[in-house]
Structure formats: structure tokens, C-alpha cells
């Protein structure tokens, strides 16, 4: 190690201080949080010895609970069909060159950098004219929910997930196909046998980042939703903006346990498919090599 | 003596056979990226045009939109000064997070960089753990710690500080901004200071550099590229923000991502909600020109 | 082509025949205009400076590429356009292109399980090539844990378990260290004798073309230059070129005056063969090791000479190495370090001779 530029003396103090200090800054929020969720005192802040009230409620809250459901429902959908398209067209731009690719890697980057909000006006307006449209033609009574949901999440994770599985499939080297190919295998059995398990943590990473995506997304949601269904986050804010209660403190401390989760998978996986090493060291590297994002966008590096 | 083989005899090669050779692996590419191609282009970029379309119409009486007479009005209002004002304290308010950010971050991530590889990843472990939690539970968390009985004001006035106010001020939403968005500072720094040969630093401390001239002659213009990447991370986002300051903020710190929305679901006037995304999205786009000719794809 | 005699090949037992094979990737040419035959059981060596297209004309043997004219035939058969999987070729790779989610075994086993080959057939010719490569007892692990030469084994394995008919081998010692390299040099030549398949390999290396091939095809700028022995081709090189590639050489300006003279840049007109017409501008190829330096007085006779000064003196252990230079050309001498040779001083005038027939008259 480079010892002699560490900091020392006075320097190095503050600067451990200061560290600790970002530490303090970083997880006294979430930590105060999870233990007024225990709280029985009905306002928040104050400790009125240890409940679990509030985490009752939330189970026995149905529109809560329809929340979930419906947050769930359209995680899994979003993060399988964009998986699907996202491996796909990752595949496409990486190993081979056809006309119109430029235009389609373009197309593919603007979901990760375009502003939330301004995503989320487009998924309004477009589902206004859209559903008239269809309306108009078959008599339909088309309403926004689910399914609107479902194809905004999609519209935005595709690109995430071929960030991902496309910087994954840049660092396999395309000799191993045609070592594959030599060895008698068909287009099919190398995708089959070589390609894909070469990828698999590629993929694993974009599903892992679209179910995060689409299980944070707030804006976009709110604006593709309808009197149909409503998605957790965008439910839980609307509660806080009527203020703070109990309820859900359980409910973001049951957020939070969940976004926890996923990181927590996702560090494991790193390290289970044997590319690990130094994973968080490489993970900061690509959070940032990756290409520039915007919100909680940026997450996409992390999971490479 | 004839081959004992089954395969079949193949053609010479000739141009006309490579041509279609290659054209058929373009055909296979473009097959593979359609589903998604197809799919982008009906709900993103048909989405994108309708906002086009919408930036140039007209409100009607009823809070409708006419699609027919074209004109700028909506894009002319951006000059009104309300919205003005909000375009302005939007920008303002971006720009004060992105240098909390640096001035907190940069000492933070220069200490990781030096840390022995153990520590670091430990270190940055505990960076990405806030980074990856869901945003709208850490800003709610500011919402319960600010709040009027909340843990920050007992603790104000059990300094003897008096009941300090700070929930629904500007100080808030920069708080909110800060928290959400520190790690986005952090991470490109700490790779970008990873990166630097640390002996430089010794070679110029050996050269009779003082501490802080060090810090200001190489250290920092080497780690410009994480600083200009970092910034724009921090800056593009707090300036489209919306969560934070409807949740932290006040009706008095209007932003420009909480204005577009009120277009859409209270005000009625979309032909000015689509006009301020759109600038929205060109600002977006020039950062990231921005970054990428910083050299940020490389970084 | 190159020195025919016991190496004449006819069409049906050719191991690879390529005929006017020519690769363009968009203007730039990468192979040119290609006639080369490989006799079945051969050891062969396309040898050439990075991008002169060797590296092009062997993945259009494998298959890897499609050749945009020119006809391409394995055993006789015309492959040209048979993707890689439908030709009784494989590959040794470069980086050896091990796949890494698979265990030693099951990259041996790789070619025969995507040919459907019975799985009791398959573990037997798996056993059969691992022993081949000496790696018995490393079968369950993974390419990561191998050594440069252990990979390397691997991969050759992995290839002959499906007994091709030509094996290609792209710069196949490249990644390993000298003395690795070294050794494998040895194996793999045995390896070619003992499986008796017909082995192309490509490589940039003049020593290991010269040490292990049967015969070497020189290549630069997508052209082939000459075709022949080892010996021949440092012997015979047909231009500077290949004179300067394959071992080192002193090449000296001349023009031909007949077909046993050539006149040198002073005017001196002295022995070299050549059949190239009058006035053609050519160079004297002179290896290092085959002149002799002596004071200007006594030059041995029969021996042709050029005088000049001793500019400086490399000191090898084994041998000198003398550079001798005079107004108009500069001279590399290699003497064995013998006991009670002649050694002149830096600054002296001394002269380098040589036999006439330790001359060959190349192209310019």
C-alpha cells in the first residue's frame, strides 16, 4: 500500500471523523425511523414503549394490502418481459451490426437519462390518446391501471437491463462463441451452452435492478395509474402527504426491509458467481462507468 | 478412391456469397433487437412525439387541449415570471445540493480511497446500502425526523436552542436533495481517486508541495473526471426532482418537477406542463453531452 | 510453389488446398490472392508480421471467416461456405477461448456432446485425449485454476478429442513465458508425430516457425510470399522481405550486371547468382554468421570482400557481434568467441568476406 500518502496526524483524524460523521449523516434517518415504527405512541417521535400495532394494521389495511399486490404484480411482470427484450436487444447491439442499430442504441438510452417527471408526462398523455384511440375504434372502455403500470415500468427497465447484460456480454469475449461454433455446436446450442450461462449474472442483475426500479418508482407510476390500481409507493405517498402517522412508519420500515433485501442478494450473487474479488471495489467502478443516469437510476452500475 | 463423407459439398466462395452471408447476420441482429425496438417505439418514442405535439398546443376553456393552431405560447410562458421564478430557485436549489455534495463527498471518498482494500469495501458497502433503499422511505425518514413532535425538534429544544421550524423550508428540500443523492457524489469520486496513482501526491509533497497544494495542483485535476461526473449525477436529477420537495418542501418552494405536475393534475394546462418537460429533457440531454466529453464513458 | 520436391501434393490428398483465396473487409484487403497447398500430415506454419493476414487465412480454414473469392477445399472437399460447425477442422485458439462455467472434462467433452456422440463413447475419447495432453487427474477443475500450460493442454485436448482432419492453432504458444514456450514447442511437435493429424499454426515468431514447422509460409500485407522448408527459406529467401523476417541478415544494395555478377553501390562489381535480368535493383542477403572479417591485407582468397571501420563490438559471451560500416553500407558480423581469433580495436580498418556461395541475390 501506498503508506506514505495516507493521511496522518491531525488530517487523518478529521478526515475519520468527517467519515464517521457521513455514516451518522447516512443511517441515523433510517435507523430512527425503524424504531419509531416499534413506537406505540401515536405521534411520531415520541417513544411510547414497544408496539407492533402499526405492522398489524398494515396487514389488515386492504387498500394497503391491494397496493402491494399490485406493486408485486407488476415488478414481476415488468422485470420478466423487460428481461426478455432487454437480454435480447443487448445481445443484438453487442454481436452484431445491422442497419438502423444506431438508431435503436439511441432509442435504448434515452429511458435512463430522460427526467422522471418528463417520462412520466409522456406515459400520461400517451395513454390519454392512446386508450381514445382504442376506445374510439373497438368500443372499448379502456382504463388505466395494471396493465398501463406494467408498460411504463417495461419502457424504462428494457434499457436498464440492457445496460447491463450488454457491459456483461462486453467483457465475455466473442472468441468463446466461435470456439463453440467450432466445436460443432449450431447458433442455438452456443447461445444454449456458452453464451448464456456466461451472461447469467449479467441478466440476474438486470432483473435484480428492474424489480428495484420498478419498486421505487413514484412519478412515472402516479402518472400511468389510474382508478384501477395503484402501486405501494405511489399509495404511501399519497398518505404522506396527509401527513405522518404510524402506519406508515411499518409500511416504509417493510420498504426499506425489502430494498435491503435485494441488495443484499445482489452482493451475494456477485460473490456466489465467482467473478467476485473485490465486487463492491468493481461495483462503485461501474456504477459510475456506466452510462450516466438520472434518480435512482444510477443503481443499474451496481448490480454489473 | 472417393471421400467417404456425407457433408455437403459447398459452393466456391464468391463476393456474392459473402454479401449474403453478412446481410443474412444483419438480418438475424435486426430480428433480435425488434421486440424490443418495436416496443420502444410505440411506448417511448410515440410518447415522446405526443409531448412534441402537445408543447405546441393550446389550452382550451375547459381545460382541454386544442391540438389544431399550432403556436409557442406555451414555450413563450416560460418567460412569465412565475415560472420564471421556479425555473430559477429549481436551478438554484440544484446547484447549492451539487456543491454540498462535492465539499461533503470529496474528503469522504479521498479517506475510503487510502483505506486498506478490507476496510474500503466495508466502507463502501455501507455507501451503497442508503444508495440502493428505496428514495421515497429516506425521504420520508427526513419527513419524521424534522417533523413538528419529530426527533430533530425535541432534541432543539432540549439544547435549549429553541423550537427550531425546519419541515416545508427550502433547508429541507436541500436536506432531502443531499440525502438522496450523496452516494451519486461519492462513488464516482472514490473511482475516479481509486484511480490516481497516489505516489503522484508523495512526488509532489517531495517537491516541496504543501499539503493543499498537492490537494489543489494534482489531486484534484486528476480527479476532475469523478468531480465533473459526480456533479452531473447530483445536478440533473435534483433539478427534475419531485418526491423531495412535495414531501420535505412547502407550498412556498415550488419546483419545477412538482410545477409540471401540478400542469397535469390540478392546473389543467398541459400545452405548458409539456413545453417545461421538454426543457427539462433538453437540459437532461446537454449534461450528458457534457459528460461523455468530459470523458466520463471512459472514466 | 515454394520448393516442391518431396512435398508435391495432388488435389485429392491435399489436407488443405486454398486456391486465389481472397478476403476484403470493405476497401481493405486482408488477403490476397492466396494459392497454398498443405499435404496431409503436416506440420505447417503461417508465419508473418501482425496484420499481414495470416491470422484472416486460417479462420477462413476454420470457417470463422467467409472468403469473398477463391475456392477453399479440405481433403478435396470445397468448404468455402460451410459455417464452422460443418467442417472436419477445429481450432486451438489464441487464448486458449477455455470456457470458464465449464470444468476441464467438460470443455473436452464439448465437441463430441454438440456431434451427439454416444455418452459412453464420449467419457472414453475424453480419457483418451486428457492422458493424450498429460492432465490426468486435473478433469474436475476449472480453466481459472490452471496454469498458461496446463490451459494450453486444455485446449488442445479439447480439439483433437474430435480427431479433425486439419488442426488450426492460432498463435498457440503466444501467452506463455519463454521457457513454457520453449517446452511446449518440443511437446507439441511430438503431440503432431504421435496423433499423425495434419497441424496448421499460425504465428509471428521466425524461431518457433523455424523450430517446429515442416514447412513455413511466409506472409505480409495479405500476400504470400514464399512457401517452403525452413531451410530453404533462410537459405533461399525470394525477397528482403523475407530475408529480414526469418533470422537476421545483412542486405546490401546491388544491381545485377549478369547472371553471376552484381555491381555494388562503390561500383565494385562481385559474384552473385541470380536470374533476374539485367540492371534489376536487388539486395546481397549476407546472415550474420556466415562472413569473416580480417585485416584488409589478408582477405583468405577465393573470398569476396568490402572494407570498412569497425564502429563497435558487442560482447555475447559465446560470440561477438562486430559492426563494420564504410560510406555507403553497414555490416553485421557474428564470430564465435574462439581463443586466438582476429580482434581488431573500434576505429581500426579491417575487411568482411565471405564465400561466394554464403550470398543470396533477393529481390530488392
Not at chain 1, 397496493?67 to 445481445?91: E, Q, Y
Not at chain 3, 505480409?220 to 537459405?235: A, R, S
Request: with cysteine.
Amino acid at each position: 500500500m501506498s503508506s506514505t500518502v495516507q493521511p496522518r496526524g491531525s488530517t487523518k483524524i478529521a478526515l475519520s471523523v468527517h467519515s464517521w460523521l457521513v455514516y451518522l449523516f447516512f443511517f441515523a434517518p433510517i435507523f430512527v425511523l425503524v424504531v419509531f415504527s416499534f413506537s406505540a405512541d401515536r405521534n411520531v417521535g415520541r417513544w411510547g414503549g414497544f408496539t407492533l400495532q402499526w405492522y398489524q394494521d398494515f396487514t389488515e389495511h386492504s387498500q394497503l394490502q391491494n397496493a402491494v399486490w399490485v406493486s408485486v404484480r407488476v415488478a414481476l411482470l415488468s422485470t420478466l418481459i423487460s428481461v426478455v427484450l432487454g437480454t435480447l436487444a443487448a445481445l443484438a447491439l453487442e454481436r452484431f451490426k445491422f442497419r438502423g442499430r444506431k438508431v435503436f442504441d439511441a432509442l435504448l438510452y434515452l429511458p435512463i437519462i430522460i427526467p422522471d417527471v418528463t417520462m412520466a408526462v409522456m406515459m400520461l398523455l400517451f395513454f390519454s390518446e392512446f386508450f381514445d384511440v382504442l376506445d374510439a375504434w373497438f368500443g372499448l372502455d379502456l382504463q388505466k391501471g395494471l396493465g398501463s403500470i406494467t408498460i411504463s415500468h417495461i419502457a424504462f427497465n428494457i434499457s436498464f437491463v440492457s445496460v447491463v447484460v450488454r457491459a456483461r456480454l462486453a467483457g465475455m469475449s466473442e472468441v468463446l462463441e466461435e470456439a463453440a461454433l467450432d466445436l460443432y455446436a449450431t447458433r442455438w446450442k452456443t447461445f444454449r451452452y456458452v453464451t448464456f450461462p456466461q451472461i447469467i449474472p449479467g441478466v440476474a442483475g438486470g432483473a435484480l435492478l428492474a424489480l428495484t426500479l420498478s419498486l421505487d418508482d413514484v412519478v412515472i407510476t402516479q402518472f400511468a395509474a389510474g382508478p384501477g390500481a395503484t402501486t405501494l409507493p405511489v399509495f404511501v405517498f399519497g398518505l404522506i402527504r396527509r401527513g405522518v402517522t404510524p402506519l406508515i412508519n411499518a409500511t416504509s420500515v417493510l420498504m426499506l426491509t425489502a430494498s435491503v433485501f435485494l441488495v443484499v442478494l445482489s452482493l451475494a450473487f456477485q460473490q456466489f458467481s465467482g467473478r467476485s474479488g473485490r465486487p463492491s471495489l468493481r461495483a462503485a467502478r461501474q456504477a459510475v462507468s456506466a452510462k450516466p443516469t438520472t434518480n435512482t437510476h444510477i443503481k443499474e452500475g451496481i448490480y454489473q | 478412391m472417393t471421400v467417404v463423407e456425407e457433408r455437403r459439398e459447398a459452393e466456391v466462395a464468391t463476393p456474392e456469397f459473402e454479401k449474403a452471408a453478412n446481410r443474412a447476420a444483419s438480418r438475424r441482429g435486426f430480428l433480435l433487437s425488434l421486440p424490443a425496438y418495436a416496443y420502444l417505439v410505440l411506448f417511448f418514442a410515440v410518447p415522446l412525439v405526443i409531448v412534441l405535439i402537445y408543447s405546441f398546443a393550446t389550452r382550451n376553456r375547459f381545460g382541454g387541449t386544442d391540438l389544431s393552431g399550432w403556436n409557442f405560447d406555451a414555450y413563450r410562458k416560460l418567460s412569465e415570471p412565475i415560472v420564471r421564478d421556479i425555473l430559477f430557485r429549481s436551478l438554484w436549489l440544484a446547484i447549492l445540493t451539487t456543491l454540498i455534495c462535492l465539499v461533503v463527498a470529496y474528503p469522504f471518498a479521498y479517506f475510503i480511497a487510502t483505506r486498506r482494500p478490507l476496510v474500503r469495501n466495508l466502507m463502501l458497502v455501507f455507501v451503497m446500502i442508503p444508495f440502493w433503499t428505496n428514495f421515497l422511505v429516506r425521504n420520508y425518514a427526513w419527513r419524521v425526523l424534522l417533523g413538528n413532535d419529530g426527533l430533530f425538534t425535541n432534541i432543539s429544544e432540549a439544547l435549549g436552542l429553541g423550537e427550531r421550524e425546519l419541515l416545508f423550508t427550502t433547508s429541507a428540500v436541500v436536506i432531502g436533495l443531499v440525502y438522496g443523492f450523496l452516494p451519486f457524489m461519492v462513488l464516482p469520486l472514490y473511482a475516479s481517486i481509486e484511480r490516481i496513482d497516489l505516489s503522484l501526491i508523495e512526488a509532489s509533497r517531495d517537491l516541496y508541495a504543501s499539503g493543499f497544494q498537492a490537494f489543489r495542483k494534482v489531486l484534484f485535476p486528476l480527479s476532475l473526471p469523478g468531480v465533473i461526473a459526480g456533479s452531473i449525477l447530483v445536478f440533473v436529477p435534483s433539478l427534475g426532482a419531485y418526491v423531495t420537495p412535495e414531501i420535505l418542501g412547502g407550498a412556498k418552494t415550488t419546483l419545477l418537477g412538482s410545477y409540471i405536475v401540478t400542469q397535469f393534475l390540478t392546473a389543467r394546462n398541459w400545452p405548458v406542463g409539456a413545453s417545461l418537460s421538454f426543457v427539462l429533457m433538453a437540459v437532461m440531454l446537454v449534461a450528458t453531452l457534457v459528460y461523455f466529453r468530459s470523458g466520463g464513458k471512459n472514466l | 510453389m515454394g520448393d516442391g520436391g518431396d512435398h508435391s501434393v495432388n488435389d485429392a490428398s491435399a489436407a488443405v488446398q486454398l486456391s486465389a483465396i481472397t478476403k476484403r473487409f470493405g476497401d481493405v484487403v486482408a488477403v490476397d490472392n492466396v494459392d497454398l497447398e498443405i499435404a496431409d500430415g503436416e506440420f505447417f506454419a503461417l508465419l508473418g508480421p501482425s496484420g499481414c493476414g495470416k491470422t484472416t487465412t486460417l479462420r477462413m480454414v476454420a470457417g470463422l471467416e467467409f472468403p469473398t473469392e477463391g475456392s477453399l477445399k479440405i481433403f478435396g472437399n470445397e468448404v468455402g461456405t460451410l459455417p464452422p460447425n460443418k467442417r472436419p477442422v477445429n481450432t486451438v485458439f489464441q487464448d486458449y477461448a477455455l470456457f470458464p462455467h465449464m470444468t476441464v472434462e467438460a470443455n473436452v467433452a464439448f465437441g463430441l456432446k454438440m456431434q451427439r456422440v454416444a455418452k459412453a463413447e464420449i467419457a472414453g475419447r475424453v480419457q483418451e485425449a486428457i492422458g493424450l495432453v498429460r492432465l490426468e487427474g486435473l478433469e474436475q477443475r476449472r480453466s481459472q485454476q490452471l496454469s498458461g500450460g496446463q490451459r494450453q493442454r486444455v485446449a488442445l485436448a479439447r480439439a483433437l478429442v474430435n480427431r479433425p482432419k486439419v488442426l488450426l492453432l492460432d498463435e498457440p504458444l503466444g501467452a506463455l513465458d519463454l521457457k513454457l514456450r520453449q517446452e511446449m514447442q518440443r511437446e507439441l511437435k511430438a503431440l503432431q508425430r504421435e496423433v499423425g493429424i495434419t497441424f496448421v499454426f499460425v504465428t509471428h515468431d521466425q524461431e518457433e516457425a523455424l523450430t517446429m514447422a515442416d514447412r513455413i509460409g511466409v506472409m505480409n500485407e495479405g500476400e504470400l510470399l514464399q512457401v517452403g522448408t525452413p531451410e530453404g527459406i533462410y537459405e533461399r529467401p525470394v525477397n528482403r522481405f523475407v530475408a529480414n523476417f526469418i533470422g537476421q541478415s545483412n542486405l546490401i544494395d546491388a544491381s545485377v550486371v549478369s547472371g553471376d555478377t552484381v555491381c555494388l553501390a562503390d561500383g565494385n562489381h562481385i559474384p552473385g547468382r541470380s536470374d533476374l535480368p539485367v540492371g534489376t535493383r536487388v539486395a546481397l542477403c549476407l546472415r550474420p554468421e556466415r562472413v569473416e572479417m580480417h585485416p584488409v591485407t589478408a582477405v583468405p582468397a577465393g573470398h569476396t570482400s568490402i572494407s570498412g571501420r569497425l564502429e563497435s563490438v558487442t560482447y555475447l559471451g559465446n560470440a561477438l557481434v562486430y559492426t563494420v560500416a564504410n560510406e555507403w553500407t553497414e555490416l553485421e558480423i557474428r564470430l564465435e568467441n574462439q581463443p586466438g581469433g582476429f580482434r581488431p580495436y573500434v576505429g581500426d580498418d579491417v575487411a568482411v568476406s565471405w564465400m561466394p556461395d554464403a550470398v543470396t541475390v533477393v529481390r530488392a
